[in-house]
């Protein structure tokens, strides 16, 4: 077997496949790493566009004797799915449903397909596919069978073996086989394969009574092969035994993460989708109390049972994104939640059980009037909003753990062990001693139903002493497992953190077996070797993310990172807080990530831009490849959205990671004309104003477009803003309200739509304010530098931000607000310019510097709001702009437009309209620009009635929609404006 790959089969592997094939470090390295703490870099990744893909590059990995190792969503804990050979992507192409019989509840599947994207499609028929993973966003189908995947309900619904039916796949050989159900005849198979199978079972056979000694009998044992489907005897309730009429060959490539065959199309049995829910969350005083309590709730027959503590409440209880959930469902200071959901066909057998969840805790002894070990009760959720909003606090369990920001993070490594439930509060306290004789807390969560909780103590796995540690609590905690006959792996498979551990877990009898099997499928050792059998030392550094002599190269970073550790301020510690979730690979809800979403390219996603800079900054891809051009495409799509900094569970900030890329490549490379057109907008609009008339003939006359495309890069099939006949020039103080605010008027709504100031004063003077402007006196027109942090200027950036808080300052200081209309300047104010100007003045100003609508809601809750306003229209159709979705922004918009009696108010559920500033106008960029505004925004306007407003604050989606869509968007301002001339006019018209 070949660690490399020979040149000649990279030749033909592009020659012969369809599909892409890179053979580059940049690609390679993004593939290099899943969730886990490994690292292997592979020698070439392939994404096949079809199954005679995959045939042809299993036929030259035989030929040429390389490894080969499938991939989905490359979300796996224990690192399934690196190695050193061939990667082979089937997200990107091989996510089709195949088949849907209905009335069967079956459906057959490929490989890719995402859990979530499998479910969108079955809900219209009232079916779903219940192994519902906390990665459901991001995890393939193909993976989950691999992997033996449970998900939070599997006391209900099992796992993944129990919802496979069958599997068509690859054999190491080359040979097409139908893993499914075979009678004990074994009538229907021949030549080879019956031979095989033969084999197979006869080994099962021989194996039978080990296999009854050494599998733990819990539901949750995904380590191993699954090597008791071929026992001729099957386990009946009650434990008994009884002789086998058939056997389901499927079992057995469910958990073989890749080892035995590759999966082309998957039978799945589906359930019928729930139309009811409700949920009780039992408060507890103790973590023992919790786990000794769990067996006693599942008697309920609940569908789930899960474990939140206290150290996941205040980590949540950190993060914008769940800050607000958890106040909902979490009540006092609890030190464990147990989420009990009850999901019967009715409401009044869900209401029944909630009264017996209530009636069970006071039998435990439990009470709000309680005192001490006494304290607890249930929070009921029944609107099933309030459940969706618990779902993601507990689904964004993991990740919540992962945001600490220190070197040290929680580890997966023991991290799912499950025992049976009459022992679980033993073995978690035992377990908990482990950690705290290492030194080391660990935070639990997960499937409490099932005895299965995950937990990871938090290590620095970049010290040697640490990796030790981590092999240490793995040999004690599994010998606790052994103790309570648990299992070792009860979810998250084996993967390198595990296999090397079955031999301990199941003794050499089986693990010989296990070895059987592989040489059975696979002679020549090339389907995903090193897993489950035949694997290195989980502590072997040499396979680890962090390896030996592993550092960061210092750079000259620009903005304040000192929030993190590491090297270049801090930067270095921002990179790496991406674990490789994955949930930047989600496709729909949210915004994250607009380029993964069109492209489907691990290249153009959060976590491919992550792992390529932690590469890069650690010199594992070159000299120079900061500034490089891998890297500039690696950046290029990326619209600076800021989705990331809120929706992933890490906190990971592409959008300001890009300012400092597009730095490093300025110091070499310089700018283009196009960069310094776009910087420098603010300082020559005066210019151009006064030319406008020049500027303006680029989008009536092509052949100055096209000139623009090839002189600048600005596509000629896109329409520049039009600079505007009468400016914002007024520099006056109006209104006589008892209030002050200051008014900013950023340049793109001065010089392209000054009448959305105009209208700002208008409604900020019915608001009971006198309306001050912001401004410099005897200098030019303030700017947040937006335009410079866009094309990496950060110096010019930081030079308009002092101006801007020099001039902004006084006002502050004295409690007046500043106000802005245009999302991504104001909240620049309220983001990067803590970065370039760390201090308490910009923090005072980030303080006091609203959006109009907040400032509006700011007001009505306050109760000082005094005026009088009526719907102008019947409907408004409402984009977000991503900053304002990224900063919490967003809702005030919605609260704002609800105050107009009789208005009513819809809202795109769109990712970013893809404009993005001069994104959307580059030659390069124009047409993926495009296909971001198509995936919801420009189909949902197009859908809108003749007479619906559509409403966008950001001047870039008005640009995009009317552009897309044909249709005019207007500035919540607008709104209000009208509303309050409605009220004035005669019977409320206007």
């Known amino acids: 077997m070949n660690s490399y790959v020979p040149s000649e089969f990279l030749r033909r592997l592009k020659a012969e496949m369809a599909g892409p094939v890179h053979g580059d470090v940049f690609t390679r390295g993004r593939y290099a790493t899943d969730a886990s703490i490994y690292q292997m870099m592979p020698a070439a990744v392939a994404i096949p566009r079809d199954v005679e893909d995959i045939r042809t590059a299993l036929a030259l990995a035989r030929e040429f004797e390389v490894p080969m190792t499938p991939r989905g969503g490359g979300t796996s804990q224990c690192g399934q799915t690196v190695n050193r050979g061939l990667i082979l992507d089937n997200s990107r192409h091989l996510n089709g449903l195949l088949e849907l019989d209905v009335e069967a509840a079956r459906c057959v599947v490929q490989p890719g397909i ?185 008697e309920l027959g609940p569908h789930a049972v899960e474990l939140v503590d206290n150290t996941m409440v205040a980590l949540a209880r950190d993060i914008d994104l769940y800050r607000d959930s958890v106040a909902e469902f979490v009540r006092g200071d609890p030190a464990a939640l147990l989420i009990v959901e009850f999901a019967f066909e009715t409401e009044a057998e869900n209401l029944r059980h909630l009264r017996l969840l209530h009636e069970r805790m006071a039998d435990l002894g439990f009470s709000w009037k309680g005192q001490g070990k006494s304290w607890g009760g249930v929070v009921e959720a029944i609107d099933p909003g309030m459940q969706a909003r618990i779902g993601e606090v507990r689904k964004a369990g993991l990740n919540i753990m992962m945001s600490m920001k220190a070197e040290g993070k929680p580890v997966s490594f023991v991290e799912d062990c499950a025992v049976d439930l009459p022992d679980l509060a033993e073995y978690t306290a035992a377990l908990t001693e482990v950690f705290n004789k290492h030194g080391t807390p660990g935070t639990w969560y997960a499937h409490a139903s099932v005895g299965c909780l995950h937990v990871r103590p938090v290590l620095n796995m970049k010290l040697e002493k640490d990796a030790n540690t981590m092999r240490q609590i793995a040999e004690e905690a599994f010998d606790l497992v052994l103790k309570y006959k648990g299992s070792h792996s009860g979810e998250h498979g084996d993967g390198i953190s595990r296999s090397e551990f079955h031999t301990k877990m199941f003794g050499e009898q089986m693990v010989k077996a296990f070895e059987t099997i592989k040489r059975h499928f696979d002679p020549q050792n090339l389907f995903n070797p090193g897993k489950i059998v035949n694997a290195p030392r989980m502590n072997d550094r040499e396979l680890f993310r962090y390896q030996p002599g592993y550092r960061m190269v210092e750079i000259k970073q620009q903005l304040d990172w000192s929030a993190w550790p590491g090297a270049s301020g801090g930067l270095q510690g921002a990179i790496e807080m991406c674990n490789n979730n994955g949930a930047c690979r989600k496709t729909e809800g949210g915004v994250m990530c607009p380029s993964y979403r069109v492209t489907r390219d691990e290249q153009h996603v959060t976590r491919g831009r992550a792992n390529t800079l932690r590469l890069a900054m650690s010199g594992q891809l070159g000299e120079e490849a900061m500034s490089s051009d891998a890297m500039h495409e690696t950046m290029k799509l990326c619209v600076s959205c800021k989705a990331c900094k809120r929706e992933c569970p890490t906190g990971v900030d592409m959008a300001r990671m890009k300012i400092e890329v597009m730095a490093a490549r300025a110091r070499k490379h310089g700018y283009s004309l196009q960069q310094r057109l776009v910087a420098h907008l603010p300082r020559y609009a005066l210019l151009a104003f006064r030319l406008r008339w020049l500027f303006n003939l680029r989008n009536t006359v092509p052949a100055l477009a096209s000139m623009s495309e090839s002189l600048v890069g600005f596509s000629a099939q896109r329409k520049l803003p039009v600079w505007a006949s009468r400016p914002f020039m007024e520099n006056d103080s109006v209104g006589d309200g008892s209030k002050e605010v200051v008014l900013l008027a950023d340049t793109f709504n001065t010089w392209f739509e000054p009448e959305n100031l105009r209208e700002a004063r208008v409604v900020l003077r019915a608001a009971g304010y006198r309306v001050h402007l912001a401004q410099s006196p005897g200098q030019r027109k303030l700017c947040c530098g937006r335009t410079y942090l866009a094309t990496g200027m950060v110096d010019q950036a930081r030079l308009e931000a002092q101006r801007m808080v020099d001039a902004l300052l006084p006002w502050v200081q004295k409690g007046v607000p500043v106000v802005g209309l245009e999302p991504s300047c104001l909240l620049t104010l309220r983001d990067e310019f803590k970065a370039l100007l760390p201090g308490p003045s910009t923090q005072l100003l980030a303080d006091n510097a609203f959006l109009l609508e907040e400032l509006i809601v700011r007001d009505h809750e306050a109760g000082t709001l005094d005026w009088n306003l009526s719907a102008p229209v019947s409907q408004v159709l409402v984009h977000g702009h991503c900053h304002q979705k990224a900063l919490g922004a967003f809702s005030a918009v919605q609260k704002t437009l609800a105050l107009i009696p009789g208005l009513t108010v819809s809202v795109v559920d769109s990712s970013c309209c893809g404009m993005a500033g001069a994104f959307g106008y580059g030659r390069d960029t124009a047409a993926v620009s495009m296909q971001m505004a198509e995936l919801s925004l420009l189909p949902a306007v197009r859908d809108a009635e003749p007479d619906t407003l559509i409403v966008a604050d950001g001047t870039s989606c008005r640009h995009q929609i009317s552009d897309g869509a044909g249709r005019d968007a207007i500035h919540v301002v607008h709104v209000l404006a009208m509303a309050l001339r409605s009220a004035e006019a005669p019977h409320g018209t206007a």
């Open 114 to 298: 995402v859990l979530d994207e499998l479910n969108r499609l079955l809900k219209p028929h009232g079916l779903w596919f219940p192994v519902d993973v906390s990665t459901a966003s991001r995890a393939t189908i193909g993976g989950m069978a691999a992997n033996n995947s449970c998900g939070q309900r599997s006391i209900h619904y099992g796992t993944m073996r129990h919802n496979v039916h069958a599997i068509d796949a690859i054999l190491p050989s080359g040979e097409q086989f139908h893993f499914g159900e075979v009678p004990v005849s074994l009538e229907g198979l021949a030549g080879e394969q019956r031979a095989l199978v033969q084999e197979l079972l006869s080994l099962g056979a021989h194996e039978s009574a080990n296999i009854q000694e050494r599998f733990p009998s819990v539901l949750r044992r995904v380590g191993g092969y699954n090597i008791d489907a071929l026992m001729p005897y099957e386990y009946a309730k009650g434990g008994a035994m009884n002789a086998r009429h058939s056997y389901k060959l499927a079992d057995l490539l469910v958990g073989s993460e890749g080892t035995l065959a590759y999966s082309t199309a998957i039978e799945l049995k589906l359930w019928p989708l729930p139309q009811q829910r409700v949920l009780g969350i039992c408060h507890f005083p103790g973590f023992y109390e919790a786990m000794d309590a769990t067996q006693h709730l599942v």
